[in-house]
């Protein structure tokens, strides 16, 4: 199985901004869809956003508009881009490919903090 690190989350104030990046140890290049999913404390995890190997992109109706996300299959790498930060949207962060269930292997994940 594809081995995935997640990094870039920390403690923003709420309306800051964070940038996450998931680095694959193998090529996504043939990985038809990968997703953002995030789990808070006490809730179950969730998925934020995916995108295809097209580029189509889907959202979680609460970061439509919100949140990005992109894949650069050369560097074998997903990012989520999260602008206007809600107390709400605090979670580990996770990507995988999508669809994914508790069989797959996921990472350590990156936590997201936001303070109100």
């Known amino acids: 199985q594809v081995q995935l690190v997640e990094s870039g989350g920390g403690l923003v104030q709420a309306g800051g901004s964070l940038r996450l990046s998931c680095a694959a140890s193998v090529s996504i290049f043939s990985i038809r869809a990968m997703g953002w999913y995030r789990q808070a404390p006490g809730k179950q995890r969730e998925l934020v956003a995916r995108?295809?190997?097209?580029?189509?992109?889907a959202y979680k109706d609460s970061v439509k508009g919100r949140f990005t996300i992109s894949r650069d299959n050369a560097k074998n790498t997903v990012y989520l881009q999260m602008p206007s930060l809600k107390p709400e949207d605090t979670a580990v962060y996770y990507c995988n490919v999508y669809p994914a269930y508790s069989y797959n292997r996921w990472g350590q994940g990156t936590q997201v903090t936001v303070s109100s």
């Open positions: 995108i295809d190997n097209g580029g189509s992109t």
